[in-house]
């Protein structure tokens, strides 16, 4: 919870539209993630469990089972999930290994091997992607991400602005979120807000 003397929660959160306001503000981020990781958007919506907690009788915890080819999905967003705070993780399970990460902890990704070998890789494994010098600008130990993040997004947009005015086409690049990619994102969370 914020501090008394912030207005908190803010007036557009206090309500829901056709689409509930906490897709909106949260599952349309997982949308993104998922298409970054997978190169899919979410297909089908298999089932959706919604709860109004609040006074404001709003949606605040919405948990989806979907599919995406053949990839099966759980997607649970929150606002009164007591101790979670932008509580992110992302578990991918494969028939070899299982890969988790945690936004809390975003130094670390967890491997887990079919032969019940646990891996927590940092920073500092110099393999694949961690030694891309896109992917790691910092010496670890100090904090990295979003300053990372938003600097590989902003010279993708920048790249992409100089081709297209030699070009005038756009680069097909994943980093980049178009508003079609947005569209098709929309389309899922109002077709979770149906199942409500």
Do not use: C
């Not at 909106?24 to 949308?31: C, P, R, V, Y």
């Not at 709003?58 to 932008?86: H, Q, T």
């Not at 494994?125 to 030694?131: A, N, S, T, V």
């Not at 990295?144 to 100089?162: H, K, V």
């Amino acid at each position: 919870r914020p501090p008394k003397h912030i207005n908190y929660p803010p007036a557009w959160r206090k309500k829901d539209g056709k689409i509930p306001g906490i897709l909106l503000d949260l599952a349309s981020h997982l949308g993104s993630i998922f298409f970054y990781l997978t190169g899919n958007f979410i297909i089908e919506i298999k089932e959706v469990l919604g709860a109004k907690y609040s006074k404001f009788n709003v949606y605040d915890d919405i948990k989806v089972l979907a599919k995406s080819d053949d990839i099966n999905i759980f997607l649970w967003v929150s606002k009164v999930s007591l101790g979670n705070r932008n509580g992110l993780k992302i578990s991918i399970f494969g028939d070899k290994a299982s890969a988790i990460w945690i936004q809390e902890k975003p130094e670390f990704l967890y491997i887990n091997k079919d032969n019940g070998e646990r891996i927590k890789i940092d920073r500092s494994y110099e393999d694949g992607y961690f030694k891309n010098r896109i992917f790691n600008r910092m010496t670890p130990g100090h904090p990295s991400g979003f300053i990372e993040a938003f600097a590989n997004l902003y010279s993708t947009i920048y790249e992409d602005i100089i081709y297209f005015k030699k070009h005038k086409k756009h680069i097909n690049n994943d980093l980049i979120w178009t508003f079609e990619k947005e569209k098709e994102n929309l389309k899922t969370l109002d077709k979770i807000s149906l199942k409500l």
